[in-house]
């Protein structure tokens, strides 16, 4: 009879070999090498893309249009100022007005309850001045502030600023703003006055001040100011004893802009949206002038 052990003895030898077949052929253990491990990988089959083609160059911006007043020079007169009062020795000093004497300004009129003509005028030509500027022009002030420290200047120097050879750039046009301080309960409204003709003086401006009176009237009343009710004729009137018109070799008028004693004249040059109407309008004629 054959012992246990020596009946296991071929089982323990094929098992052994069984074993050692599967080692050899069984899967890649962690770290076993796969066949063809190490060799260059295939060349892609993808097309390569060629580049982007740069874009075009954006093409330049037209160039903006001119402004409609640029190269123009216009010269504003705020009418008096604010400390003529003090100084009455120097405003009541005559000058020449043109072939005249007269003082070398006055102090100007205000409203019933305090508001300074001197103040009104500052402030319109202020406004005037940036929306004549935004249009392109050069604008020249005759007085450089408002202030209770200050007087003048003259009539005539007022008149000259901007002359052909006077002092500054020779202008195209010069308006001096006013306001009126009639008393009668039926005096309101606007008028705007023009040079007379006087020999040597104001001949050479007649035509061109009458052009430019025209075109102030026009914008007034187009902006709903009203003519004069007590001067001049449909809103224009004429004078020859102005120094500031006499004096002047250039296009000028003398807009008188309301009545400052008249309530309701009174009341819109108050406000600041009533002297922003004003300068809405005297822009709009000083262009449409300039533009003729």
């Known amino acids: 009879m054959t012992s246990v052990a020596a009946r296991r003895a071929p089982l323990a030898g094929l098992l052994a070999g069984a074993v050692l077949a599967a080692g050899c052929a069984g899967p ?34 037209p160039p903006k249009p001119p ?17 003529n009062a003090r100084f009455p020795s120097e405003i009541n000093r005559r000058v020449d007005a043109g072939g005249f004497a007269k003082a070398c300004n006055t102090t100007g009129t205000a409203s019933d309850d305090g508001y300074p003509e001197a103040t009104f005028t500052w402030e319109v030509a202020v406004e005037l001045r940036k929306r004549l500027r935004r249009l392109g022009a050069r604008v020249v002030l005759t007085r450089d502030d408002n202030t209770a420290d200050a007087w003048g200047p003259c009539i005539d120097e007022r008149g000259r600023i901007g002359n052909p050879g006077g002092p ?8 001096s703003i006013h306001a009126d301080g009639n008393r009668s309960s039926s005096a309101h409204g606007f008028h705007v006055i ?11 401006v007649l ?15 187009e902006a709903g100011f009203a003519p004069s009710t007590y001067l001049g004729e449909d809103g224009i009137d004429v004078r020859t004893d102005l120094g500031t018109l ?7 008028v003398m807009a008188e802009l309301g009545n400052m004693r008249d309530p309701g004249d009174a009341a819109v040059m108050e406000r600041a949206s009533g002297r922003q109407r004003y300068a809405r309008a005297l822009a709009s004629a000083i262009r449409a002038f300039l533009a003729g």
């Not at 004096?247 to 000028?252: L, M, N």
């Open 207 to 221: 035509v061109p001040s009458e052009r430019l009176a025209v075109a102030l009237r026009d914008a007034l009343v």
């Open 67 to 83: 402004k409609p007043l640029a190269g123009r020079v216009v010269v504003l007169d705020p009418g008096h100022q604010l400390g």
């Open 28 to 61: 890649a253990g962690p770290g076993a090498s796969t066949p063809g491990a190490g060799s260059p990988a295939p060349e892609s089959s993808v097309a390569t893309l060629p580049p982007k083609p740069p874009k075009p160059p954006k093409p330049p911006k």
């Open 168 to 175: 500054g750039p020779t202008a195209d046009a010069r308006v």
């Open 194 to 204: 023009r040079p007379g003709r006087r020999d040597g003086w104001t001949d050479d």
């Open 246 to 252: 006499n004096h002047s070799d250039v296009p000028v």
